[in-house]
Each structure stands twice: as C-alpha cells, then as structure tokens.
Nanobody, 125 residues
Framework: QVQVVESGGGLVEPGGSLRLSCAAS????????IGWFRQTPMKEREGVSC????????EYIDSVKGRFTISSDNAKNTVYLQMNNLTPEDSAVYYC??????????????????WGQGTQVTVSS
C-alpha cells in the first residue's frame, strides 16, 4: 500500500513559478512510476508528466515542455514538479498518482493504483 500526498499549490501571477511535491509513504517508490495530472471543471483530466525511479525516464505533454521539470528525491521518497513561466491555462487541481511500472509516453492511460487528494494551482493577476 502506498499513500501519496501533494503539496505546494497556490496562487501565482502569470510568469511565476511553483514547485509541487508528491510525498509517498508506506512503501519505497522504487519500481514505481509517478504521474502528475491536472483537472479543471471544464476539462477532462490531463496527464502532465511522469517519472520512474528505475532509470529515471521522464515524459511531458507538449504544452509544458521547457517550462515544467519533474524530478525525484529517493531519499525523501518524494517527487517534485517544478513549474515555471506559468500561464492561466495551467490553473487546475494537480494530482499525483503511483503504480508499479515505467514512465513512457502513454503514461496518462495507465491504471494508477494510488492517487493523492490534489492541490490547487491558480495562475491569475
């Protein structure tokens, strides 16, 4: 059993930055893929990025490439999503999810076993 908890959301102006954290407990994240997703009331849930701890593969959707960076700290059992140059279109509830596997380009279609409660990101002036 793995529990994941997101934190780091908030209100930021366009062009600003936030770093989201996904802290895991209950089991080491070794052999897991961690996905970051986002959702708004008007849009379906969207896979944003993933990372695996096996060989540290990472993937990003096109709209965040060059602005978002996913990383992991295995000692802290935590995955981070550094978000720079944020735009209002990035506003959403961000969720992290975990399952055993690898990070590949189709990560958004995986059947994740564990989900966090989400953290709100609002980009507005």
């Amino acid at each position: 059993q793995v529990q994941v908890v997101e934190s780091g959301g908030g209100l930021v102006e366009p062009g600003g930055s936030l770093r989201l954290s996904c802290a895991a407990s209950g089991r080491s994240l070794g052999y897991y893929v961690i996905g970051w997703f986002r959702q708004t009331p008007m849009k379906e849930r969207e896979g944003v990025s993933c990372i695996d701890t096996t060989d540290v593969n990472t993937e990003y959707i096109d709209s965040v490439k060059g602005r978002f960076t996913i990383s992991s700290d295995n000692a802290k059992n935590t995955v981070y999503l550094q978000m720079n140059n944020l735009t209002p279109e990035d506003s959403a509830v961000y969720y992290c999810a975990a399952e055993i596997g690898r990070c590949f380009s189709d990560f958004a279609r995986y059947e994740y076993d564990y989900w966090g409660q989400g953290t709100q990101v609002t980009v507005s002036s």
